[in-house]
């Protein structure tokens, strides 16, 4: 579970402040901490899992003072119509204007002005998936509209007999490589381990964070296993590393309105040594992980073996069998 700051503004301390300042500062530490209960409330539903039956009897913090400040409630917003226009907003009751208050039939009216649609410069773009129609509007399972940022590390070693030589395929002649493919929860397929970028993490940290969940099941480590386990892997992540791709995901999720890209990074482990210091166990969203041979046959979730692939003609190891129609200028 992450842990979560909010900084607690103060109220000023400025030469000859009045009253009637104190009241206006008041209030606006109020508002704050209304929005800071809102976002804590939020956190505290997605790490227990809450379902709407329980999250209903959770409610926002009720503030009351001696200076007769009540709790920030916007008007204007709720307004109609809307502002150049003759569009009516739905009515919202004073009582049903707080997310955390369960409102099943909320179905507001959906408008964007022409001259939004219309790309002035100061507007932001309408956002389409990039690839195209997909068949469905609206986030699905993606928390964000336009792209969800992932990482996604792609672990690699060479297939070794027990002497440790490389084992060569025996068609191509190529050494195969292996990487350390997970089985997901959600819908049983094999993938690159991997996750969504938190706000304000550094990609290298997500794909060491994500890495050690799902493939080391770091979660469920001791406090000195942490430790142990920490110093492994940044000497595996430390290293120089390859950044197989960047950019849109053909993803299972992906809708109309929201889309997942990745940054997908191949990790060598050239000797084989680092790894065997990392003994794999599933944890997080993973059910199970293991060492794969690499090659076309691969079947994994969404287009991960393409960049599986990817890896393979940086690395010069075997792929396919069948070396494909010759080019010829």
Known sequence: MRKYTFPLPLLSKKAGFREHDAVLEVNRVLQYLTVTAHECCCQLRKSCN????????????????????????????????????????????????????????YNPVEYTSVSVLAGPRWADPQLRNPAGRTGLIGRGLLGRWGPNHAADPIVTRWK??????????????????????????????????????DPGEKI????????????????????????????????????????????????????????????????????GETMDNLPLEAGDDAGK??????????????????????VTEKRGAHWSEDPGPECHE
């Open 50 to 105: 809450l379902s709407p039956t329980h999250w209903s009897h959770l409610h926002s913090l009720k503030m009351s003072n001696s200076c007769g400040v009540s709790k920030f409630y916007h008007s204007k917003a709720l307004t109609s119509p809307y502002p150049g226009s003759n569009i009516e907003r739905s009515q919202v009751a004073e009582d049903k204007v707080g997310w955390l208050t369960e409102w099943k039939d």
């Open 289 to 310: 992980v293991k060492w794969v041979d690499i090659s076309e046959k691969l079947k994994l979730y969404a287009n991960h073996s393409y960049f599986i692939k990817l």
């Open 160 to 197: 070794r007999d027990r002497s440790g030589s490389k084992i060569a395929h025996p068609v191509t002649g190529k050494n195969i490589l292996q990487f350390v493919a997970i089985k997901r929860r959600d819908c049983g397929e094999w993938a690159i381990p991997g996750g969504m970028v």
């Open 204 to 271: 290298s940290a997500t794909l060491k964070r994500e890495f050690g969940e799902e493939a080391l099941n770091s979660l469920q480590k001791s406090p000195k296993e942490k430790e142990e386990l920490e110093k492994q892997l940044q000497r595996l992540f430390s290293q120089e590393a390859f950044v197989v791709y960047r950019g849109y995901v053909d993803d299972p999720r992906n809708t109309d309105n929201a889309w997942m890209e990745t940054e997908a990074v191949n990790y060598h482990d050239e000797s």
